[in-house]
Nanobody, 124 residues
């Protein structure tokens, strides 16, 4: 069973960089072709796909966030990270990491694995 766990600061100041880490355990051969995504859900809004990385290290970003987003991975630690720069209060959301055969993920589908989510608030 694949498990994902998000970690990082719950409070970030405006204009700073938000950094989150997703730690993966229980990976298998079945997930070797998966995409590892970040999704966020602002308060009162629907889920928004932020971006993804695959097992070859190729990255994919939401066009609306691409200029501020960087996703990377550390295979030795079974982790992948999200960095979102120049944050504003509009970046306040619950951030999820997920594994899926789909590149763009906003809902939980068959075979997907999701973390429990972590609240990030952008405020001075």
């Amino acid at each position: 069973q694949v498990q994902l766990q998000e970690s990082g600061p719950g409070l970030v100041k405006p204009s700073q960089t938000l950094s989150l880490t997703c730690t993966v355990s229980g990976g298998s051969r079945a997930t070797s072709s998966y995409y590892w995504s970040w999704i966020r859900q602002p308060p009162g809004k629907g889920p928004e796909w932020v971006g993804a990385i695959n097992n070859s290290g190729s990255t994919y970003y939401s066009p609306s966030l691409k200029s501020r987003t960087s996703i990377s991975r550390d295979t030795s630690k079974n982790q992948f990270t999200l960095q979102l720069s120049s944050v504003t209060p509009e970046d306040t959301a619950v951030y999820y990491c997920a594994a899926s055969i789909r590149v763009v993920v906003t809902t939980r589908g068959p075979g997907d694995y999701w973390g429990q989510g972590t609240q990030v608030t952008v405020s001075s």
